[in-house]
């Protein structure tokens, strides 16, 4: 008779844990669609499609999903992609717009890229800079597009140490002007 009512008083506490903490199928699969959304192109795709005139809406067509804010980034608008990847909308004036993405290094690692010494990179920044192309083939592979603006872009290469080059080009020259180590 004992175990008996102590199996009725397991079960009926893990029944009300169940209720109070929401362990239900249907919450978790939100939970889950919540975490990964789908749009039309992958974070990296969708960044080549998108440009620094487009309104809000036009960025939520390309992308394939609506944007959010979030607090712990601030209260300008997100597409989170997931919990590791989203492009955020920045307004600073009418003219003035950046739309940068978040990307988590280990989904863009390349084994071909290899980034040169600090001294080496600004010497070449001193004597004249460089274009995007000559970049390229610098470092050994294409960079991923992580910010775009009026008057610049800004590419990320990551290296297969998971060391991060991120270096700003300006539109007008073609040339680059800041790179930096992560």
Do not use: H
Not at 35 to 42: P, V
Not at 136 to 145: A, F, I, M, P, R
């Amino acid at each position: 008779m004992k175990m008996k009512k102590l199996m009725l008083c397991l079960i009926t506490i893990f029944c009300a844990l169940c209720i109070v903490t929401g362990c239900s199928n249907e919450e978790l699969e939100e939970k889950k669609k919540e975490e990964k959304q789908e749009g039309n192109c992958t974070i990296v795709e969708c960044m080549k499609k998108i440009e620094p005139t487009n309104t809000i809406e036009e960025i939520n067509e390309i992308i394939g999903f609506s944007s959010t804010t979030d607090a712990m980034i601030g209260s300008d608008p997100i597409w989170k992609f997931d919990s590791k990847n989203w492009i955020s909308y920045k307004s600073y004036s009418e003219d003035d717009i950046t739309i940068q993405a978040t990307i988590d290094k280990e989904t863009i690692k390349d084994e071909n890229i290899k980034i040169p010494l600090s001294s080496d990179l600004q010497k070449d920044l001193n004597n004249g800079s460089f274009t995007y192309k000559e970049f390229v083939e610098k470092v050994g592979g294409e960079g991923t597009l992580t910010s775009i603006s009026k008057g610049s872009e800004i590419y990320t290469w990551v290296d297969k140490n998971g060391q991060r080059l991120g270096a700003t080009f300006n539109k007008k020259s073609g040339k680059c002007s800041i790179a930096s180590y992560r």
